[in-house]
């Protein structure tokens, strides 16, 4: 069964108690701090009911031929597979990407395979080049490292695209380098610190966040930015 994003949003309002900083949420659906991620739900649900992507959002079961949502459907094949990342590309792009922070775990795999890429390609080279094109299609890295030789290693490894600035907010991370006198989460003077083009330099600091999140491109554009 298809829902609509309004019978989502309907779901919601189940007379569920929702407290944010000691004050009831009347309704999860409309409050500033939970709206947006049930708005980007419900235009998920409704990207499956529009001419344009429902075919790529939703599939008919084989013994009812009833509509479902793909991201429920069990894969049994590569084309399956192939399917649900049709289905999740299909949602970023229309909502513009998201904002996450995985695991360290998690990148420590991800670099696993892009360092064994020779041995993936003694087995299949088409895992390699699934590698190349899906990490650097997909994957980009903050500057919340710590030190010069932890940004001098990422900028020597990562291409220049695929990062952008970060920092926790200057206190975060309570101390002070020894080494050097300066606040650990001031990690723009370690940016500064390359060499970098004007261009490269704009491209980190913001050209880059711009173009992954072109929602936010847009609302600083319309802000005159």
């Known amino acids: 069964m298809l829902r609509t994003g309004e019978e989502y949003r309907e779901s919601l309002r189940d007379g569920r108690q ?3 900083n ?9 409050h500033p701090s939970i709206k947006p991620i049930v708005d980007v739900r419900a235009r998920i649900y409704d990207m499956a009911h529009e001419e344009a992507t429902a075919d790529v959002m939703s599939y008919r079961d084989g013994d009812t031929n009833e509509a479902n949502n793909i991201a429920y ?11 649900k990342r049709r289905f999740v590309d299909a949602i970023l ?13 998690t ?6 395979l892009w360092d064994g890429k020779e041995v993936l390609n003694e087995i299949d080279p088409q895992w390699s080049r699934n590698v ?8 980009f890295f903050d500057t919340c490292v710590y030190h010069q030789p932890g940004i001098d290693l990422l900028f020597e490894v990562i291409d220049i695209d695929n990062i952008l600035f970060g ?16 606040y650990f989460d001031d990690t723009k003077r370690y940016v500064d610190a390359l060499a970098l083009s004007d261009t490269d330099r704009r491209k980190v600091f913001e050209g880059n966040a711009r173009r992954v ?12 930015l």
């Not at 190349?132 to 994957?139: A, F, I, L, T």
């Open 18 to 20: 929702v407290w944010i």
């Open 22 to 30: 000691g004050e009831k949420v009347r309704d999860v659906t409309a």
């Open 73 to 83: 459907k069990p894969p049994k094949s590569r084309e399956d597979w192939d399917d």
């Open 93 to 105: 792009k229309d909502i513009g990407g998201v904002v996450t922070r995985v695991g360290d775990e």
């Open 107 to 112: 990148i420590g795999e991800v670099w696993s």
């Open 132 to 139: 190349e094109s899906h990490v650097m299609q997909n994957v």
């Open 167 to 182: 920092s926790e907010m200057v206190g975060a991370v309570r101390g002070i380098d020894p080494q050097t006198g300066q």
């Open 213 to 224: 999140y072109p929602r936010l491109d847009a609302t600083l554009k319309a802000r005159g």
